[in-house]
């Protein structure tokens, strides 16, 4: 489970402990993770810092990770940056410092998983999209092409996944209240916020309206989806 530290991913992985799941809780900051450990049920949860911008050490990790937990029953990958750059301050190092963080690791993180003995046969992968990977949005066109490429890649590698026996898909949302929304907030006036939420025709999301669909994807229930995109954005997309 990346990105375990904050929000939507932390709520995912409190949603998969609250469900029986041991999860692998990870991400780069060691006390935001035990804070998400302490919000946990059951036990057997373990931690495991780390910091995914280091691409090509992700299988190694992986590897000495499942070492000592054994075989994984899924991946949920929620990590990522987001990065408001509008196309004329974007610059070759901000482009691909964000396609690192936001979709180089996510494809380290599936060649990692389909290793020999780092998975059991069955197993989902779900990664973090988002509606801006599908729906225009100005002055973030180079986020919104890091999601959209998430949502290309899936389609793609969930066809060589499948003979191995695991399936791949993504969850798109929209804005969700989260500490991410809250900074934003602070540069907005009321107006400006209330015209946002206008736009999201059931409201705008909490985070466990994604972990839900995030725990479907990744569980028995979606063991007949791959491929697929659910876009969990309160009718955003639809206006």
Known sequence: MTGASSGIGRDTAILLSELGARVVLTARNLERLK????????????????????????????KSVTAKCGPLDGLVHCAGAVHTIPVALASVPKIE????????????????????GCANRGSGIVFLSSTSGIVGVPNISTYSA???ALIGFARSASLELATSGFRLNCVAPGLVQTEM????????TDEQF??????YPLDLGRVRDVSHAIVFLLAETGR????STLIVDGGYSAC
């Open 224 to 227: 007949w989806i791959t491929g």
């Open 181 to 188: 929304l809250d900074r934003s907030r602070e540069v907005m």
């Open 146 to 148: 890091t999601k959209a």
């Open 35 to 62: 804070e998400t450990h302490s919000r946990m049920e059951g036990g057997g949860h373990s931690i495991e810092v780390f910091d995914l911008d280091n691409a090509d050490k992700i299988p190694g990790w992986l």
């Open 194 to 199: 209330e015209a946002l939420r206008r736009k």
């Open 97 to 116: 410092s964000l396609m690192r963080t936001n979709v180089t690791s996510a494809i380290m993180l599936v060649r990692a998983f389909r290793a020999p």
